[in-house]
DNA sequence: CTCCAGGGTGTAATATTATAACAAACGTCC
DNA sequence: GGACGTTTGTTATAATATTACACCCTGGAG
């Protein structure tokens, strides 16, 4: 389960970094989403988005699972489930380079091209959206005449604070 | 094993619009590339691009290793090791957003950012290169101070093809 | 109040994607 | 030919994700 730090760095140094993102902000946005939809911001929701958010990092499925099992084991399929709502809601996003998922600080507009970028080091994840990098995809898209729907914007990289502490 | 399409748009009706990529030239990139590392274009290496590159699509690694099989079993840790090469000789890519792999129709340049524009419909994908989302990945980065390192940008959408016949 | 319908939950099973470990085969250099 | 490093074939296992189904809860219709 627990991976390997030298193999990933999900882990790695533990929590440096690691900045908890408010968890009542993104509990009020999952909350109003699931009144707008007229479904219940549950239990396991709540569990799940709260462990993100105190985490401040991505995390995998199963990770989560485990991290919400006490007395009763909480079974992966639980979390999917809930991680899929917290998606809906713009509260969660996943990310695809990682098949790990994290709480979302920001309250996204529409049509706004959002780029994510994870620490190699550290596995911390910093949102930011970029109109050039829209401009761009609208640009290469049309070029090809080719309907954009759906970006996928993620930028392998070194974060300031690993960048700053080299061997840290 | 196959998906179903009404699911998964990978598969979904068949090959319309996959083209072909040229698999001399590709293959040839491979060999090349293997000659400079001083390590062989083996017999797998060269089956898992043919393969590749005739289907013209993203194929998962489970459903190369099956296609490859015949008489013999071709085992799937077989077509990872093969990929692996194929990726560093930059003659394959790897689709985040499906876990899928295709064979590249390009030489790319070192530092470009590559967009890979995968459809909905079809499960075609084409890649074109971009200064603007480039730049525009270096300006969120920058403004981050985040060092970036290697970028992974994907657009789901609809194809040209997919586009104009829409229920085809 | 009772019944019903729609979701959500708990649980088990299974599918899909990816890697680890290791002995045998191969190729190249000496 | 022999040593050495890589590739292969094979088995096993880890990690990620979905399907199936019985049960439960809740809110509205009658
Ligand atoms: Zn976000
Ligand atoms: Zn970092
Ligand atoms: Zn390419
Ligand atoms: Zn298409």
């Not at 995390?59 to 992966?76: F, G, P």
């Not at 049509?111 to 620490?119: A, D, L, R």
Request: charge should be positive.
């Amino acid at each position: 389960m627990a991976r390997d730090p030298k193999q990933n760095p999900r882990g790695g140094h533990a929590d440096l970094h690691a900045h908890a993102i408010d968890a009542d902000a993104v509990q009020g946005r999952a909350r109003a989403y699931a009144a707008s939809k007229g479904i219940p911001f549950t239990q396991m929701r709540q569990r799940v988005l709260a462990l993100l958010a105190a985490s401040g990092k991505p995390m995998a499925a199963y990770e989560i699972a485990e991290k919400l099992s006490d007395a009763r084991r909480v079974q992966a399929v639980q979390v999917y489930r809930a991680l899929e709502f917290l998606q809906e809601a713009g509260c969660v996003h996943r990310l695809a380079s990682q098949s790990s998922y994290f709480a979302c600080d920001h309250q996204h507009g529409s049509g706004e091209t959002v780029v994510f970028m994870v620490c190699s080091q550290c596995g911390a994840v910093q949102e930011a959206a970029s109109n050039l990098v829209a401009r761009g995809l609208l640009g290469v898209a049309k070029t090809s005449g080719f309907k954009p729907l759906h970006p996928i914007v993620e930028l392998e990289g070194e974060c300031a604070s690993c960048n700053s502490q080299p061997a840290r």
